[in-house]
């Protein structure tokens, strides 16, 4: 029982909160709301079984704890100002939040209402996650500091900062017009992809939470599909995250080491998820104009999910998204992968003239990407000093564990 | 909701500016809002030249020439308006024409209970 009702919360708690901020204006009430709510359910729900409509029972009765709590603060304040008079009837309190508020709108509609609101472009960007785990996806503040490595009351100050800056700049409970929805759906993509790339960057085998990151941003990516269903993007970005992560069982040795996609047990993969986000790939090139570079990245991971073995890849089509990634999202590190799939198309040395034409503009700076793919291209044609040269400024500036340990095996190959 | 509107420039590129079709811009700016019942104040501020900074120093005051620090965008003027939230505050933000080629800062003003 007590497991049913964990799924329970776990499942629907984002959609209770943001509920609950729509009926209460307040994110610090609503949340003190919807904790009363559990406490209350877990101490009621063993004996009288888990409602037919949990979230609806959540809803109501955090609302009136709110109500509750409100009222004693009033009372609070009357005693301490000794003002009787004036105190609002417990019934004018009850009015604020009346009770049709509740079946008024959607659950759906206060979801994307409080997505677009964690993601506000004037919330700096760690709190944007921060909060957007912590009120959709109802992580733990605890859970949330140890994804990002940082200490519990750092993370909680980060929230608390963030809910300070909504309520005093008066950061607005709702979904953006028409004409900015576009840019603001781009900036919720990215918290999104963030909190995916977070959790798939794993270094360290032992830490589930990061595993746990993806399921949110792939959670996330679900719910974005469902409730913006005239919008492509979304599409986009959820197979883009479905196909990464179905690659998740092959990706690591029992050690932690990096297994290179060239290399993984393809077995391993997720076929079932494999074959969601295929699906996913076609409605992301949906989209109105042009398609997102979501869309697009998640096509290249598609061509290399179709291929039986490595050797099948089909690494023309491959090149030729990357050119229409370079032309619809500009960007050196986008250049440098066109590179790596041109040097498969017409072999190492027009790539290396590539990555060389980059490194010149010095863009990629201290990005140790660049000299590792310059390593793997010069290995490749034979130029091993170079090769050797390059792969130690590699690992110079390498800080993953499994990254380090891949570019000084590769070294070692060479001496 | 109030806030204020700290309107900042590069004061070096002023002279690559057309001012007169500048103050154009202002001039029509600042009846819209007027007109929409966002505009509550305003003034263009006299360049960073002709600033005078003052401190206290063991309870007795100092005064230097020159804004508060040197930074390469300068306070030139202000807006205080109306606005009912964040969002609509910065889409006013947005349209003063000194946005074009500065930054503009959206402070809410402080409220006491």
Redesign the interface.
């Known amino acids: 029982m007590a497991d049913q009702i964990e799924l329970v919360f776990r499942n629907e708690s984002g959609r209770v909160v943001a509920t609950l901020i729509r009926l209460l204006g307040d994110f610090e009430l609503a949340e003190d709301a919807m904790q009363d709510a559990f406490a209350a359910a877990l101490a009621q729900w063993p004996s009288e079984g888990i409602p037919d409509n949990p979230r609806a029972w959540l809803v109501n009765v955090g609302r009136h704890k709110a109500i509750d709590r409100l009222r004693r603060h009033m009372r609070f304040l009357a005693k301490r100002q000794e003002i009787e008079a004036d105190l609002m009837s417990d019934h004018q309190i009850g009015q604020w939040f009346p009770d049709d508020a509740v079946a008024e709108q959607g659950p759906e509609d206060d979801v994307l209402r409080l997505i677009y609101t964690c993601c506000h472009p004037a919330l700096p960007s760690e709190a944007r996650i921060a909060l957007t785990l912590r009120t959709v996806c109802g992580l733990t503040t605890a859970e949330i500091a140890r994804a990002f490595l940082v200490s519990e009351a750092t993370m909680a100050q980060r929230l608390v900062r963030a809910k300070s800056k909504i309520r005093d700049a008066g950061i607005p409970y709702q979904v953006p017009s028409r004409e900015v929805l576009a840019e603001r759906l781009d900036g919720v993509l990215a918290v999104i992809y963030l909190i995916f790339t977070e959790g798939y960057a794993a270094t360290s085998g032992a830490n589930l939470i990061r595993d746990e990151l993806c399921r949110e941003a792939i959670r996330l990516g679900r719910l974005l599909v469902e409730l913006m269903p005239d919008r492509g993007e979304p599409d986009g970005l959820l197979a883009l995250m479905l196909l990464h992560d179905a690659r998740r069982g092959a990706r690591t040795t029992p050690d932690g080491d990096v297994i290179l996609l060239e290399f993984q047990d393809r077995s391993l993969w997720d076929k079932a998820q494999i074959a969601e986000g295929l699906s996913r790939v076609e409605a992301g090139l949906r989209a109105p104009a042009l398609p997102s570079t979501y869309a697009v990245q998640a096509a290249i991971a598609a061509l290399h999910m179709r291929a039986e073995r490595y050797e099948d890849t089909d690494w023309p089509q491959i090149a030729a998204l990357y050119g229409v990634l370079m032309r619809i999202h500009p960007s050196p590190v986008i250049e440098l992968n066109h590179a790596v799939a041109v040097s498969m198309v017409d072999g190492p040395e027009p790539a290396l003239r590539l990555v060389d034409s980059i490194d010149k503009r010095g863009e990629l700076n201290g990005y140790h990407m660049l000299p590792a793919v310059r390593g793997e291209l010069l290995r490749r044609i034979g130029r091993r000093e170079e090769a050797v040269a390059a792969y130690r400024l590699a690992l110079s500036g390498a800080e993953l564990e499994p990254e380090r340990r891949f570019l000084a095996a590769r070294l070692a190959e060479l001496a | ?1 109030q ?1 204020l509107l700290l309107i900042y420039e590069n004061e070096a590129n002023r002279q690559n500016i057309d001012r007169a079709k500048m103050g154009e811009e202002y001039g029509k700016f600042t009846k819209s809002i007027i007109e929409s019942g966002n505009f509550k104040g305003g003034d263009a501020l006299q360049p960073t030249t002709t600033a005078t900074t003052v401190r206290l120093k063991d309870g007795k005051p100092v005064t230097t020439h020159g804004p508060f620090a040197e930074t390469r965008e300068a306070l030139i003027g202000y807006y205080l308006i109306e ?5 609509q ?2 889409g006013i933000a947005a349209r003063v024409p000194s946005a074009k080629i500065g930054s503009i800062e ?1 402070r ?1 003003i402080m409220v006491y209970n």
């Not at chain 2, 606005?83 to 969002?87: F, G, I, P, T």
């Open positions: 909701m806030y606005a009912k939230d964040l969002d505050a910065t959206v809410p």
